[in-house]
């Protein structure tokens, strides 16, 4: 088989795989949402939850610059965030930036992109330690739209990989939607415990 014919029956395959994944985007671009569209080279997935708090209480916790080490407990094989150093300003500030330290001694970059209290916090990510990750993603992105609906607030997040090329693609998928859903909905719930104070339950959507 020559490498022309190679590339293309790799490249075949890596469609396929994909085609069996769920939608990496689909209905994170929702109209009226304010989600920023995913772009082609981005694995994403979102979860929403409905959280009986005000708008503003339910950003501040979640915008909040010591929070990750209280909501990102880790799930299966992934970290937990031990802790977050190196600050380059307040993180109420687009452009600051931390080193995020995980349990598994890893490290990896967080800036703010934007930060519009109390409907909407984004950030982005790169420089991973883990070199799985590294060599799948070159990058991601976080991005929180909180709305009022009766009774609280219903908050969406979506959370963006930039593959590193068509065929990092194929595993970089399964990750997002084997793993890191879970990992999305262990956080969701650490937050809303330390939100809750009257037994309520967040009601999690699919």
């Known amino acids: 088989m020559t490498e022309?014919?190679?590339?293309?029956?790799?490249?075949?395959?890596?469609?396929?795989?994909?085609?069996?994944?769920?939608?990496?985007?689909?209905?994170?671009?929702?109209?009226g949402t304010g989600a920023t569209p995913i772009a082609s080279d981005e694995i994403a997935i979102t979860r929403e939850v409905t959280i009986p708090k005000p708008r503003a209480d339910v950003f501040d916790v979640i915008?909040?610059?010591?929070?990750?080490?209280k909501v990102l407990t880790g799930y299966g094989p992934l970290p937990a965030v031990v802790a977050t150093s190196g600050n380059t300003?307040?993180?109420?500030?687009?452009?600051?930036?931390?080193?995020?330290?995980?349990?598994?001694?890893?490290t990896l970059r967080e800036q703010v992109t934007a930060y519009r209290r109390p409907g909407y916090f984004?950030?982005?990510?790169?420089?991973?330690?883990?070199?799985?990750?590294?060599?799948?993603?070159s990058g991601g992105?976080?991005?929180?739209?909180?709305?009022d609906v009766p009774g609280g607030t219903h908050v969406r997040w979506t959370y963006a990989f930039k593959r590193r090329s068509f065929l990092a693609g194929v595993p970089l998928s399964l990750v997002v939607h084997m793993l890191w859903r879970g990992y999305m909905d262990?956080?969701?719930t650490n937050t809303q415990r330390l939100l809750d104070t009257h037994g309520e339950h967040a009601l999690l959507t699919r």
């Open 4 to 31: 022309p014919t190679s590339r293309s029956t790799l490249g075949a395959l890596a469609a396929g795989l994909l085609a069996l994944l769920p939608p990496v985007g689909g209905h994170a671009q929702a109209a």
């Open 89 to 106: 300003g307040p993180w109420d500030r687009p452009g600051s930036e931390r080193v995020v330290h995980l349990a598994d001694g890893g």
């Open 186 to 188: 262990v956080c969701l």
């Open 141 to 147: 992105r976080g991005e929180w739209i909180f709305t």
């Open 63 to 69: 915008a909040a610059e010591d929070v990750l080490p």
């Open 122 to 137: 984004s950030y982005r990510v790169w420089a991973f330690d883990n070199a799985v990750i590294n060599k799948l993603a």
